[in-house]
């Protein structure tokens, strides 16, 4: 009798631990997307920049793959969240412009009926969470990040805000916390340090469960502005400064009103301090593989790193001395590929070869089916997106994109289109009746200086009548004169 107790409690003991083998391997993998801020292709050493060192971004894409030909949603910030979040190019998702909400704190909200990638993955059981800059909708709007498929919200709200380094508050969920020493005069508490804080929180609070965390962050977005700690004075003296700096705005006591939130600080050494930044950056995406080690998840964690869009000029940033656009044409608010071309990299242990480089024309509207992929769930409704998981594996046949268009309602609107080799861009679309349609090959000619349009009416032709075809008029982003506004 006591033989078969033993035996009984043997196979218990092995059943058990079966069990637990089988629930440990069927778990699905926690899927974290960090979004720099206005940081160009050439931004990072792993793309090319050598007047300084991102050295756990490069760590990441030695353990990954990195992509060549990758695509942000638009060239400004809410537009490219909005594809990114829906699946949809701008020619069809809900937010086309940084459209400010002057009566109040916050952008044009995303309407309700859109559905974002957070939402899908709570579908497959991911707890997500969103740290950093939304842009989306204003607290308490339909398009606000708790309502539109996030767990947890923590960040800046409102763009105008993230142009604030030193708030006087973030917002938590939808209440206001309130920021040790900060007001429209004081810098004491860094808000980007604290929402770091947050996202590293989150992963270890769910560290048992699939998570997913959008870490949305601010650098190196203007103003230009860091704390006077070791990483600024590792920089500072090792670049050629302006002599006669145009001073546009201290933190004063008129700080809070509406008109100064639209400039931005002074800075005396902004070189060093954009430097300074992008390499805070760089930390934090240190920290974040280092607390998945710690945890022991990191070879069931995705980690995604992207630009929202190209190089800025603003507050005194210098792309054309730091090569941040990796000599493409064009930057922040353009439609040439310095505008709109992202570095990507992603890791993925035991599922995407570590060291590996792709080619694979892609674009922010296919993070969502791919997440949607790796998750299990279905997408019943149409987008715009392709999942490109099969690049990542390296299992099954990777679909390609017929096309991908964008378009930007601002700058007297602008439309383009990569269909293969061949790139179309049409600007001043308000502004220039029957607006010439620019044509480049982008096999000999990535830097779009020679416009062979003349050259290919075949190709023009047929990349207009896709144009044409892919543009949903929006009364609230109108592209053209004649739609509403």
Not at 29 to 51: H, R, V
Not at 419 to 446: C, F, H, P, R
């Amino acid at each position: 009798m006591k033989v078969l107790v033993a035996i009984v409690f043997l196979l218990l003991i092995i059943f058990t631990s079966c069990s637990e083998t089988s629930i440990k391997k069927q778990k699905k993998p926690n899927i974290i997307y960090i979004l720099a801020d206005d940081a160009g292709y050439g931004d990072f050493s792993c793309y090319g920049q050598t007047a300084f060192q991102t050295p756990n971004i490069d760590k990441l894409a030695q353990q990954g793959m990195k992509f060549t030909q990758h695509y942000c949603g638009a060239s400004v910030c809410a537009p490219s969240r909005s594809t990114l979040m829906t699946g949809l190019h701008t020619g069809h998702t809900a937010i086309r412009g940084n459209r400010e909400l002057k009566d109040r704190e916050g952008q044009l909200p995303m309407a309700a009926e859109y559905v974002t990638v957070a939402e899908l993955l709570k579908k497959a059981g991911y707890v997500t969470g969103a740290f950093g800059k939304w842009g989306l909708g204003f607290i308490g709007s339909e398009g606000d990040a708790i309502n539109q498929g996030f767990d947890v919200f923590y960040g800046y709200n409102c763009q105008r805000m993230a142009h604030r380094y030193y708030p006087p508050y973030l917002w938590d969920n939808d209440e206001k916390d309130f920021l040790d020493g900060n007001d429209w005069k004081h810098t004491v508490t860094y808000a980007p340090d604290v929402i770091q804080e947050k996202t590293l929180a989150f992963i270890e609070d769910n560290k048992n469960k699939p998570f997913f965390a959008y870490v949305p962050l601010i650098q190196p977005h203007a103003e230009l502005l860091v704390p006077e700690d070791s990483i600024f004075l590792k920089f500072k003296g090792k670049f050629e400064e302006p002599k006669n700096y145009k001073e546009i705005q201290r933190y004063g006591s008129d700080y809070g009103s509406d008109i100064v939130l639209e400039k931005y600080c002074y800075q005396k050494y902004p070189k060093a301090t954009f430097v300074s930044m992008i390499y805070r950056m760089d930390v934090y995406v240190g920290q974040i593989m280092a607390k998945l080690e710690e945890l022991g998840i990191a070879d069931n964690t995705i980690i995604m790193f992207a630009s929202d869009n190209g190089p800025h000029d603003a507050g005194g940033a210098n792309p054309v001395y730091f090569n941040s656009a990796a000599g493409f044409r064009g930057m922040k608010r353009d439609l040439y590929e310095g505008g709109i071309r992202t570095p990507f990299i992603v890791k993925w242990p035991a599922k995407v070869k570590a060291g590996t480089q792709s080619d694979h024309v892609s674009a922010f509207w296919d993070f969502l089916p791919t997440c949607a992929d790796i998750a299990g769930v279905n997408i019943d409704h149409s987008i715009d997106g392709i999942s490109f998981l099969p690049t990542l594996t390296g299992a099954g046949v990777q679909k390609k994109h017929d096309f991908l268009y964008w378009e930007f309602a601002h700058k007297g609107g602008k439309q383009a289109l990569r269909m293969g080799q061949w790139k179309a861009v049409i600007n001043k679309i308000n502004s220039t009746k029957n607006a010439k349609l620019e044509l480049y090959n982008l096999n000999e000619d990535k830097e779009e200086t020679n416009d062979v349009a003349a050259d290919y009416p075949g190709v023009v032709e047929k990349m207009k009548q896709t144009i044409v075809e892919q543009h949903v008029s929006s009364n609230l982003f109108p592209l053209f004169k004649e739609e509403v506004q």
